[in-house]
């Protein structure tokens, strides 16, 4: 089992911007960004292949959010610019360790959590 701990959330006026950062203790296959606002399902926010570097992202943050690692895969980070109270949620990080996948978008695809955390943005 891998350890991840998410630090950056606060909160924010709309427009603004914030920074995740997410230390992660061993090799993962793909790590991702996963929020919850209260009462919604978890949804993917963005995914990114460790080796690779390639990206994935939700519609509803194309354009103003980005994920990104450190070379050695060891911490991984997400850069919201551009913010709106619709972003306002509890923010996990999460990884699958290891095994080709396509799911990148699926909670179920990961098996390493983070224990989150809030990012609120104000209007």
């Known amino acids: 089992q891998l350890h991840l701990m998410e630090s950056g959330g606060g909160s924010v006026q709309a427009g603004g911007s914030l920074r995740l950062s997410c230390a992660v203790s061993?090799?993962?296959?793909?790590m991702g960004w996963f929020r919850q606002a209260p009462g919604k399902e978890r949804e993917v926010v963005a995914a990114?292949?460790?080796?690779?570097?390639?990206?994935s992202y939700a519609d509803s943050v194309k354009g103003r959010f980005t994920i990104s690692r450190d070379n050695a895969g060891n911490s991984l980070y997400l850069q919201m610019n551009s913010l709106k109270p619709e972003d306002t949620a509890m923010y996990y990080c999460?990884?699958?360790?290891?095994?080709?996948?396509?799911?990148?978008?699926?909670?179920?695809?990961?098996?390493?959590w983070g224990q989150g955390t809030q990012v609120t943005v104000s209007s």
């Open positions: 061993g090799y993962t296959y793909r």
């Open positions: 999460a990884a699958r360790r290891q095994g080709y996948s396509t799911r990148w978008y699926s909670p179920q695809d990961y098996d390493s």
């Open positions: 990114i292949l460790t080796n690779s570097g390639a990206t």
